[in-house]
């Protein structure tokens, strides 16, 4: 051909390239108007239209990168085997056929990894192949040995298996609908029972079924998945996922926990395609990237409609079709809930009889809508929300009404699993977006409307009352569990964990006891967290008590499961927390909440060792780094406890990292910035402790900008603030902190707003009104920084009787308010102050033998009075008797070993202005 | 030769026409591509595909983007690593081929294990094919090695060609038409 001519049949072929097969014969006969050279020429083109792909097949490209040494191989002995034949290769390994040396004829698979062999791996491998070799099972190919060479390539010996691949075996036998099942039953089988031998596939897909020369399908490759995966640190793991994308499970896609389930979807996705002869989400020449946009997105077409074949899609349509997409279904709790199950209800469709899958209801896509379009959700949402939980409960009233006996009851069933798809799995989706409040609160409403309305006909049913209980829980977690994102409405969450405690008084009859404690002691903990939220520190401290004795007495088992054991730990830590707070004698017990708290941490390490890539339970760890921190600031050993956050600000960094969504997690590490901030402080590192100060603030308004009514992080921004400018004013830099200052008493005066009576809240906006004080002090205001400090004092000593921490607060303020007033000369009112704060600290010290991190203000209170009294020529002895005061404190400072530098030149200050022993 | 800046001055005289600075140039983007080719195996993890225009992309990070970022040459660039993708796949192909006449090397099949899904082709026939194309309609000839070898999408191509999405897109599937008959023959 020359150009001329290809440029002919270009101007003849380009209008075609478009239209439909059928057409464009005839539009390209008529196009050549006769010239059958031509014609024939062009047919010849566009019969080959398909040969060349459209993109490089991605093997090629593997091959001849991984081809490093590929050939070399061939010849060498690995093991017990010499290799002989290339049989094929992929991303992760380069099979070979390989003959046994010694003792007997034997041809096997070997199969070298393409895998860097670090000391982990080959651990592993030594650890597994015991394992995995102990599968014998008729449709398993099995895996003989593991190894790795002497350069440390690993590698896997596996029966030979001469054969076909299962969609190769699909195209040449187009087997009949019964025998492609009965087939496929014999994978089923294969997977159940390694399965039930603990073992999770976690790869299974067309290319790992090979069906042998006697037509019996063999699976390939168990365990090697799991083999490979656990090679890398949970880092890498989550950057690059081991996973074949057309057959992952979007719980593999989500890095979560690897579990049988995921083995069903697999499967079922195989079964889809053995059956409709089509990928449900696989478009044609759809790459990798569309294939992951058709699973987050797109519910699975029903096999039939998938189906070019009539006849095939008339059999499927009905029990395969439900079959197929239960065994597919997004989340894993609705698919089959074994492999066993699947293939149970297959036979049940070979032999005819009913099968278990259901098609989807209206009320559970619409649910499942919500839940995948988040972010629309928020605005479109709302709406159909609120018209679903109208509808349903409408809906189940007049069928309740109506139906009774079996009929009635399978319905309350249903309306309850709606009630859950709504209130649980939804609100997980949603609240860690920023900007979901409102839908939230929409939530929280429509939901508290359908329990109540799921309580007037809960009868004697005692796992709907326990269920209607859970969900009481969680939108009292919702409505203000202080430890998760919450709405702020604390007296709401009050009032539902009540109802979740009728609800669950209700359930005495309730035959499964586990499930019963459990939510007993979650509730309990609950009741905890309010209690101690809102400073009732006694009922907070037997309620946690209680919860945790609950906890104890579940079994083992039930408590290993990771939901539980997060539940458990979490309690375990927040009743530690109450017992190290301080300020409070009566309940302060440090060994005991050190106790508590290490507990938590071990049972942490113990089952992320278990799963260590369970998100939650990294989460729950995070906790207790971030508390070993803690311990260790409260203990003065900073450069620990400053171990112990970057600890901490590594884990929850990670954690936000990995789901930017999440917003609750974003706070978190504001948090441990914060707690950095003091500890570098703390270590006499102020420029780095401004630097972290600054960066924590930084990070909570940008959270708080994009989620401007989220309670929680308006909390973390006051706190940010608060810190910031206490690190800018010490550092010199007070102009710098004054709009931080600002910001930090808007802020607590728009939370004060949402819970005018809350005594942290009001507490909070008087430590901000101290900050302002510190600042107007440092810029030389006097008046401007009294006028602060009486605005603080004002609002703690209205606090004061609540707790002690309030009443050494108001005190500090008058500490303050004394140190200002002498500055400025009024030394009669300064007297008066620091008299009144130096008596007042010694009461409360007296009464609270814990409040001792006060002696040192005590001290200052004492050297200002000293000052303060110095200032009169007849009032010596009286500024002796308080600089001596001040000075014996710091000396039993010095004696128990806690006398800091800074303390330290206070002393001797407050020693120099005593007047010589001999005028004494 | 090694320093970034050397590169892109190697690549501004290579555009400009200067053939010994393009062979100058060769070596180094092509060790560049087969390193990186070999990293992004290390790193990849099992069924994960390897991409070509991931490669591409990334050798262009390397080399030039770092020390001049709109370095005007870009399209020049991936022309280059283009060509030079097929070179290092087609050398492959032939060293394949020279060992399966020598030392009775099974073809090369996937059929244990690690079958990855795509169809097969013979790169050396697809090879040669282009060349002929090449005498035809040189553009077409350049698209299909931008497009296969490269994996570039419609958008860049026509960026590095100058010419509109659409005219890529025909000149694909024209160009796809000729070498599957040839392929086929």
């Not at chain 1, 006769?34 to 490209?61: F, I, K, N, Y």
């Not at chain 1, 979807?265 to 409709?276: D, I, N, R």
């Not at chain 1, 707790?803 to 008058?814: C, F, K, M, Q, T």
Request: charge should be negative.
């Amino acid at each position: 051909m020359n150009a001329a001519r290809w440029r002919q049949l270009q101007v003849l072929l380009a209008p075609l390239l478009d239209l439909p097969a059928a057409q464009q014969d005839s539009a390209l006969v008529q196009a050549c108007a006769g010239d059958l050279a031509l014609l024939a020429e062009a047919r010849a083109l566009l019969a080959h239209r398909d040969a060349v792909p459209e993109h490089l097949p991605a093997a090629l490209l593997m091959q001849t990168i991984a081809d490093g040494g590929g050939e070399a191989w061939i010849g060498r002995q690995v093991g017990a085997f010499v290799l002989e034949q290339r049989l094929g290769s992929g991303g992760s390994s380069t099979v070979y056929k390989a003959r046994r040396i010694n003792d007997f004829e034997q041809v096997v698979a070997l199969k070298l990894l393409h895998a860097r062999a670090d000391a982990s791996l080959v651990r592993r491998f030594e650890r597994e192949r015991g394992i995995l070799a102990g599968l014998h099972h008729a449709h398993i190919a099995h895996l003989f040995d593991a190894g790795s060479c002497d350069d440390g390539t690993p590698y896997l010996v596996l029966e030979y298996i001469d054969g076909r691949t299962w969609d190769a075996w699909l195209a040449e036998e187009q087997p009949d609908l019964r025998r492609c099942v009965e087939q496929f039953l014999c994978i089923g089988d294969a997977v159940d029972y390694a399965h039930r031998h603990l073992l999770v596939h976690r790869d299974l897909k067309p290319a790992n079924i090979l069906v042998d020369r006697d037509g019996v399908p063999r699976l390939l490759d168990f365990g090697i998945a799991t083999l490979l995966a656990g090679s890398d640190s949970t880092v890498t793991r989550e950057g690059g996922r081991a996973l074949t994308p057309a057959y992952a499970a979007p719980e593999q896609w989500r890095g979560e926990a690897v579990t049988t389930a995921t083995d069903v979807y697999a499967l079922g996705l195989v079964l889809y395609e053995t059956l409709s002869g089509s990928h449900p989400f696989r478009q044609a020449g759809s790459a990798g990237r569309e294939l992951l946009r058709g699973l987050d997105d797109s519910e699975a077409v029903r096999p039939s409609l998938r189906c070019s074949d009539r006849r095939r899609a008339a059999e499927l349509k009905g029990d395969l079709d439900n079959i197929v997409l239960q065994a597919i279904e997004h989340e894993p709790a609705r698919r089959y809930p074994s492999v066993r199950a699947l293939a149970d209800d297959l036979r049940a469709w070979l032999d005819g009889r009913p099968v278990a899958a259901q098609a989807h209801r209206w009320s559970y896509r619409a649910g499942k809508f919500i839940a995948r379009h988040r972010a629309a959700a928020m605005a479109a949402g709302i709406a159909l929300l609120a018209l679903l939980l109208a509808g349903g409960v409408a809906l189940r009233q007049t069928h309740l009404a109506l139906e009774q006996g079996d009929r009635a009851q399978r319905r309350a069933a249903e309306v309850r699993r709606f009630a859950t798809t709504v209130l649980f799995d939804y609100h997980e989706g949603i609240q860690k977006l920023a900007g979901s409040l409102p839908m939230q609160q929409r939530l929280v409403r429509d939901g508290l409307a359908y329990l109540q309305g799921l309580q007037a006909d809960a009868g004697e049913d005692a796992s709907l009352w326990r269920d209607i209980a859970t969900g009481y829980i969680k939108v009292g977690d919702v409505q203000g569990n202080p430890y998760l994102a919450n709405l702020g409405d604390f007296a709401g969450a009050a009032r539902s964990y009540e109802a979740a405690a009728h609800s669950l008084a209700r359930t005495t009859a309730d035959p499964d006891i586990t499930a019963l404690h459990f939510e007993q002691a979650r509730l309990l903990a609950r009741q905890a967290h309010l209690a101690h939220q809102d400073t009732q520190l006694e009922l907070a401290r037997s309620r946690y008590a209680q919860a945790v004795a609950l906890f104890q007495q579940l079994p083992g088992e039930f408590l290993a499961r990771p939901d539980a054991l997060v539940e458990y730990t979490d309690a375990l830590d927040f009743y530690g927390d109450l017992l190290s707070r301080e300020g409070q004698s009566s309940l302060l017990d440090a060994p005991g909440a050190r106790r508590l708290h290490q507990l938590s941490a071990q049972l942490r390490t113990d089952a992320l060792a278990r799963e260590p890539d369970n998100p939650r339970l990294r989460y729950a760890l995070y906790g207790s780094l971030l508390r070993e921190g803690e311990y260790w600031a409260g203990q003065n050993d900073m450069a620990r406890a400053e171990q112990g956050f970057v600890q901490a600000l590594a884990a929850i960094e990670q954690l936000a990292a990995a789901d930017r969504d999440d917003a609750f997690r974003q706070r978190e590490v504001g948090v441990v910035l914060t707690r950095l901030v003091q500890v570098r402080d703390a270590l006499g590192r102020l420029d780095e402790s401004v630097d972290t100060a600054l960066k924590a603030l930084t990070l909570m308004e940008g959270m708080l900008a994009r989620d401007p009514a989220n309670d929680a992080i308006r909390q973390g921004v006051t706190s940010t603030t608060g810190w910031a400018a206490r690190q800018l004013i010490k550092a010199g830099r007070h102009g710098e902190a004054l709009p931080i200052i600002q910001r930090q008493i808007a802020v607590n005066e728009q939370r004060l707003r949402a819970a005018p009576d809350n005594p942290d809240i009001r507490f909070g906006l008087s430590l901000a009104y101290r900050r302002l004080g510190e600042q107007r002090h440092a810029a030389g205001d006097h008046a401007g920084a009294l006028a602060a400090h009486r605005q603080a004092l004002a609002i703690q000593q209205e606090l004061a009787a609540l707790a002690p921490e309030y009443a050494l607060g108001a005190n500090l303020s008058l500490l303050h308010i004394g140190r200002i007033e002498l500055a400025s000369g009024r030394v009669a009112a300064a007297r008066e102050n620091l008299a009144a704060a130096a008596q007042e600290f010694e009461r409360l010290i007296a009464l609270h033998a814990d409040a001792v991190t006060y002696r040192e203000e005590l001290a200052d209170a004492y050297a200002a009075l000293g000052d303060a009294w110095r200032a009169a020529p007849t009032e010596h002895a009286r500024s002796a008797a308080a600089y001596r005061a001040a000075v014996a404190i710091w000396d039993a400072f010095e004696r128990d070993g806690s006398l800091s530098p800074r303390s330290a030149e206070k002393r001797a200050a407050a020693a120099a202005r005593l007047p010589p022993p001999a005028r004494q | 030769m090694h320093s970034v800046e050397d590169i892109t001055q190697q690549l501004g005289a290579a555009r400009a026409g200067d053939a010994t600075a393009l062979d100058a140039l060769f070596p180094v983007v092509y060790e560049e591509l087969k390193r990186l080719a070999r990293a992004a195996l290390q790193r990849e993890r099992p069924g994960h595909t390897l991409q070509p225009t991931a490669l591409v992309h990334e050798a262009y990070l390397r080399l030039v983007a770092q020390a001049v970022p709109d370095w005007p040459g870009r399209a020049y660039f991936f022309s280059l690593a283009a060509s030079m993708m097929r070179r290092i796949l087609v050398n492959h192909a032939r060293d394949r081929a020279a060992q399966k006449r020598g030392g009775g090397l099974a073809p090369l099949t996937l059929s244990q294990a690690e079958a990855v899904a795509g169809q097969d082709i013979d790169l050396l026939a697809l090879h040669e094919a282009l060349e002929v194309l090449a005498g035809l309609d040189e553009r077409q000839a350049q698209v299909v090695e931008l497009k296969f070898f490269a994996g570039l999408e419609i958008d860049d191509i026509a960026a590095v060609l100058g010419i509109s999405p659409a005219t890529v897109r025909r000149d694909w599937s024209l160009a796809r038409l000729w070498l599957g008959r040839e392929l086929a023959a």
